[in-house]
């Protein structure tokens, strides 16, 4: 027994040796995504995005005389897994995370890196992941209340649905949002006549659809994940349900059309600019190198902003010379139009970033999509 033990502890030591030699040799950057998987598509691209930024940073000699690598871990996108995520990275020297793309897997592992004070940062939109005080974390999308004003205003005051159902799971993202949504709706004057809510996964939604049917509705707002969207706009043609369907921003992936099939067509999406649509020289730089080395456009909007995340990051390392995380978050802390893939970057001191611009898109009958509201 005591051999064992001895075995074991020169096996524990050799590890913490090598993680400390690598962290040494290496500026480490975690990616935490869900890499496997229902969310798999976004986690991958995620993965694929900061490598192929890192690749392009190590070409021009690294940063402060090292290399960066990448230390990727599969969450699953889900709560437990994350958590595993997050003491991982934190024990393998990362100075900073890449994600999670789901809400609850990126609060679940938000108290870890804040308590070994590694930065992390997320697209994940719930207004509470910004709401616990920790300076580590940084948001690189926007809120879902910034989301909710805006889809208020199209479905009230664009669109002047007289029913609004509004659909949700019961994951914090997509709760949170559908409750902005529902509460925004009636301060602009518009009725929610069903509050909803649907198990992730279920597959069959037809009960739900049944009861919501018999409502009369005149639009769906489901503001959930594309997993669970695609099957719910598909039932709910064949109930024949002569309803508009409104996605949220985690609708809007290339899966909800091939879940959806015929039926998406005449669907509305609502989020940030797509990738095809965003204007700038270092948007169209980025995509085409992307598509070059992984032969695909990037899954969604979610890859690229958790691309300037990145960027962001490794921008503050050269900028002051360190890669002391208290420094690099008080220098992130006053960013200011960074120029960013998805547009300028700036974070407020709650790590909140502004600058927010919703679009509504319909979907067209060869898959494409078609701007038909935007922000102004």
Known sequence: MKKLWGLFLVLAITISLSSEAMASSYILIGV??????KYANEGQGIAQAVKLIVSQQNAEGGILGKKI????????????????????????????VIG????????????????????????????????????TFFRNSFPNSAEAAFTAQYLVNKKHYKRIVVLSDHSSYSNGLSNAVAKAIKKAGGTVIYR???????????????????????????????????????????LRIKAD????????????LKLAGSSAKGTYLINVPTPSVLPYPLAKNFL??????????????????????????????????????VKLAKYLHNL????????????????????SVYMTYEVQKDGSKKIVYKEK
Not at 69 to 96: F, S, W
Not at 196 to 222: E, H, W
């Open 69 to 96: 690598k990448v230390v990727v871990c599969d969450d699953e996108g889900t709560a437990v897994q994350a958590a595993i995520c997050a003491r991982d990275l934190v024990n393998k020297g990362v100075i900073a």
């Open 288 to 325: 085409k190198a992307y598509k070059a080395r992984y032969h695909m456009m990037p899954p969604s909007i979610w890859t690229l902003l958790n691309t300037d995340g990145l960027r962001a990051i490794l921008f503050a390392i050269k900028k002051t010379g360190t890669t002391n995380t």
């Open 196 to 238: 909803g809510r649907i198990t992730s996964g279920a597959q069959n939604f037809t009960p739900v659809l049944t009861k919501i049917k018999s409502m009369n509705p005149d639009v769906i707002y489901f503001g959930g994940y594309y997993t669970d969207g695609g099957l719910i706009r598909a039932q709910q043609v064949e």
């Open 100 to 135: 999670s793309y789901t809400s609850t897997s990126t609060e679940a592992a938000e108290a870890t890196y804040y308590r070994a004070k590694v930065l992390q940062t997320s697209d994940g939109t719930s207004d509470r992941l910004t709401k616990h005080g920790y300076w």
């Open 336 to 355: 200011k139009d960074f120029p960013g893939i998805t547009g300028p970057v700036t974070f407020l001191k709650s790590g909140e970033r502004t600058g």
């Open 245 to 256: 369907f409104v996605g949220g921003d985690s609708v809007d992936n290339p899966d909800f």
């Open 32 to 37: 935490q995504a869900p890499i496997t998987g």
